[in-house]
């Protein structure tokens, strides 16, 4: 964490579904207490937890001035929801709009000035609740990733019977790998000085496949009406996914960076292409939020 920011444990309730979200919340050392802060939620790829990537872009964008916020959606990490590890869509916007609700309600947030930070699948994911939910007023999305249903590791008929035989109580929860370690992002994942952390894991629900079908952000980001900047990389294997998200976008205020030599799985913590990347944020934010 930047040495200029400090942190707090936090929890929150996800009112639609009635369950207990747990989060980190940063902001800049010696803000004063009667301060507002424009305020960022941070959200990482698929199957990830709070303490991952994310929390290194919220360490960094709280060093500018912005209270920053990272939690594990629910049914990851800390916390609840069951069956555990349900990588949902329309879940995860639900739980980044009560995050949102959150922070509108503490006193040290501006509550007009609240912006949304995506990374991989949450660069899908965090459109799709911006779209939604217009107290979000800027979007980023960082090398994102947009076809979740590339992911169908078992027959889709599969994923539907193990669902039905989960909610009959006649089966267990059957899980599916989304990153085996000897994929691209093994060096990242499993990695113990990087993405290898306690609580992660590379399982999810295999009717998650369910939700994927339909879920189609490259359309959706058509529907936008706020600031949109889109940071990819230059040997991203997603960056046709993130020009796609950007010609899309159905606003005129919106910015493409591409960062030069970085792999997409460099721009989860490698610098200096993460200090790039929030140069680029920084400036957006400031002209924009």
């Excluded at 609740?129 to 249903?149: G, H, N, W, Y």
């Excluded at 939700?211 to 952000?217: E, G, L, Q, T």
């Excluded at 490698?270 to 140069?279: F, L, N, S």
Aim: aromatic share 10%.
């Amino acid at each position: 964490m930047d040495t200029e920011v400090v942190s707090e444990k936090v929890s929150f309730m996800n009112d639609e579904y009635s369950l207990k979200i747990v989060g980190i919340l940063f902001h800049p050392k010696g803000t004063p207490s009667d301060s507002k802060l424009p305020a960022i939620v941070v959200c990482g790829p698929m199957a990830s937890i709070k303490e991952q990537t994310q929390s290194k872009y919220a360490s960094k964008l709280a060093a500018l001035g912005y209270a920053t916020l990272v939690f594990d959606f629910t049914t990851f990490g800390e916390s609840e929801g069951e069956p555990r590890r349900y990588e949902n869509p329309d879940r995860k916007a639900s739980d980044i709009k009560a995050a949102v609700t959150y922070l509108i309600s503490r006193d040290d947030v501006d509550s007009s000035r609240i912006a949304g930070v995506g990374i991989c699948g949450s660069g899908s994911y965090m459109a799709h609740a911006t779209v939604q939910d217009p107290r979000i007023k800027l979007l980023v999305s960082i090398v994102p990733f947009t076809v979740m249903d590339s992911f169908m590791v078992v027959p889709f008929e599969q994923a539907v019977k193990d669902r039905e035989a989960y909610e009959a109580g006649t089966g267990e929860v059957k899980y599916i790998n989304l990153m085996p370690e000897n994929s691209i992002g093994a060096p990242y994942y499993y990695n113990d000085q990087r993405g290898h952390l306690h609580g992660w894991s590379p399982d999810v629900v295999s009717w998650s496949e369910e939700s994927w079908v339909d879920f189609k952000p490259t359309e959706e980001i058509k529907n936008l009406k706020v600031p949109y900047l889109v940071i990819t990389s230059e040997n991203a294997f997603t960056r046709q996914m993130a020009v796609e998200m950007f010609n899309n976008a159905g606003v005129t205020n919106k910015g493409l960076y591409t960062v030069g030599l970085a792999s997409h799985f460099d721009m989860y913590d490698q610098d200096p292409y993460v200090k790039v990347a929030i140069q680029q944020i920084g400036i957006f934010l400031k002209d924009n939020l």
